[in-house]
């Protein structure tokens, strides 16, 4: 959030941040601002791309819960999610009574099945603050063609350009054919998913995720390669980390526990969300320790949601429904499904969510354009 906060202080005359070292003395009210964000980029993951590494700047620890629902949605917005209340992949909509998927677009009633949202509709449930309408400037979306239409970036993007791509192959050209078309002052948003996907089905520590972190490597170096505008600095950061998982919890093995519940868990398989029933708690309890012993902690809204966890007031005006009666965490190893009766649910090899530094740590890597001729 501190780094969103330097982008905004610098294009919108209105707004203004704390420094942020190594970075604050880049930017300003001129430049264009290119953040290419790779989805799952580990802190870890730096040993495997030194050509990134030579524009290692610091390491950053993303919001919780360190996934991409939230993450993406703090940087578009410039807001913590205690602010903006997306809560993970599945976030309950009290007033509603509905569940939202929103990267999915989907959301699911009391009889479970799911309705697509379109973007309108999306865009009336999330009412998104949008970083975009507070900046003096310009912005554009450039990402993998199958995304520009998707309710969520419609939503997200709404008064932007968006430039697509097929293959990651076409990424610096893309991206530096724009930049370099378009002066500054202008924020430039890039995005990336491929390199999380290769982590949930292979794991953070397999040769698939390593052979693809050496092209993102080729990709960065070819992209500022290409970029010539002496204005333009080059951002490139991630949503969240990424954990190997050794055990897969399903409560669907588990009725006592489900029985207590108002509704399926929201939230995160590392970070789930439990709403109880009426007189229920008790029994919850029990149950959830009967079902998992010291594999999930529970902890009560008071104890997580009083820290600060989502970020500082203001707060979302249905954040304390949103959030349910307790957060549970699986130990480290292990992640907790709960999917409806039409879905198999996850099965990871990797995962996120959670509050660990291998979840939560991210890169942040700088390139002044200028500076670099």
Not at 110 to 132: C, F, I, N, S
Not at 133 to 140: P, V, Y
Not at 339 to 356: I, Q, R, T
Request: one cysteine or more.
């Amino acid at each position: 959030m501190d780094l969103l906060g330097q982008i905004e202080a610098s294009l919108n005359p209105a707004a203004s941040h704390p420094p942020l070292a190594g970075v604050s003395e880049h930017l300003g009210p001129d430049r264009h601002i290119v953040l290419w964000l790779i989805d799952g980029f580990a802190a870890r993951y730096r040993r495997h791309t030194p050509l990134l590494g030579a524009d290692h700047v610091t390491d950053l620890e993303t919001v919780f819960p360190s996934t991409t629902a939230t993450a993406i949605t703090s940087i578009l917005t410039g807001r913590h999610p205690a602010r903006h209340g997306l809560l993970g992949w599945h976030t309950r909509l009290a007033a509603a009574e509905r569940t939202l998927t929103v990267l999915m677009g989907q959301e699911r009633g009391a009889d479970d099945h799911p309705a697509t949202l379109g973007y309108r509709e999306l865009t009336g449930r999330v009412q998104p603050d949008r970083l975009g309408d507070r900046l003096d400037c310009g912005m554009t979306f450039i990402g993998p063609e199958w995304i520009g239409g998707t309710p969520y970036n419609r939503m997200m993007s709404r008064g932007a350009d968006f430039i697509g791509f097929e293959d990651l192959s076409e990424l610096p050209t893309r991206v530096a054919a724009h930049v370099n078309a378009t002066p500054g002052p202008h924020f430039t948003y890039v995005y990336w998913s491929e390199l999380d996907h290769l982590g949930h089905e292979y794991g953070p520590d397999s040769p698939e995720v390593e052979r693809h972190l050496k092209q993102l490597d080729l990709a960065y170096t070819a992209t500022c390669a290409q970029i010539q505008r002496p204005e333009s600095v080059f951002l490139t950061t991630a949503d969240h980390g990424m954990r190997t998982m050794e055990r897969r919890l399903d409560l669907r093995e588990h009725p006592a526990v489900q029985a207590c519940l108002r509704h399926r868990l929201t939230g995160e398989p590392r970070a789930a969300l439990a709403h109880i029933r009426t007189g229920q708690h008790a029994n919850f309890l029990q149950a959830l320790e009967r079902a998992f012993g010291d594999d999930v902690l529970a902890i009560p809204q008071a104890e997580w949601l009083g820290h600060g966890t989502l970020g500082p007031e203001p707060l979302h005006p249905e954040l304390r429904a949103r959030a349910g009666d307790y957060l549970l965490l699986p130990v480290e190893d292990a992640y907790l499904v709960d999917p409806p009766a039409d879905d198999e649910g996850p099965f990871f090899v990797g995962a996120h969510g959670g509050l660990s530094p291998e979840e939560r740590h991210i890169p942040l890597f700088l390139r002044n354009i200028g500076q670099s001729r």
